[in-house]
């Protein structure tokens, strides 16, 4: 299983960006896949999560700011941020729990100025 994460950069305050993690070796349809971040000096959190069935959930900091998706064509999750905050910079990574493990793509750096 491989993931590859992209679109990280540098935002202003308020702005948005779009992130993207395509997957391979693996059915990508059947299973859940999961946004986490690490922020400077935190611990890694469950960002957002979208299972097979398209049933999203997100993290209370998040809600109503960040949108989940998946286009099970393109094998690919989708992460759109809008009104993002300075408090939103960290690693984002994409993951999925398969045959009893995780696997995690490489992470992409969102950084947003104040």
């Known amino acids: 299983v491989q993931l590859q994460a992209s679109g990280g950069g540098l935002v202003q305050a308020g702005g948005c960006l779009r992130l993207?993690?395509?997957?391979?070796?693996?059915?990508?349809?059947?299973?859940?896949m999961n946004w986490y971040r690490r922020a400077p000096g935190n611990q890694r959190e469950l960002v957002a999560a979208?299972?097979?069935?398209?049933?999203?959930r997100y993290a209370d900091s998040v809600k109503g700011r960040f949108t989940i998706s998946r286009d099970n064509v393109r094998n690919t999750m989708y992460l759109q941020m809008k009104s993002l905050k300075p408090e939103d910079t960290a690693v984002y990574y994409c993951?999925?729990?398969?045959?009893?493990?995780?696997?995690w793509g490489q992470g992409t750096l969102v950084t947003v100025s104040s």
């Open positions: 993951n999925t729990y398969l045959r009893a493990r995780h696997y």
């Open positions: 993207s993690c395509v997957a391979s070796g693996m059915i990508f349809r059947l299973n859940t």
């Open positions: 979208v299972t097979s069935g398209g049933t999203t």
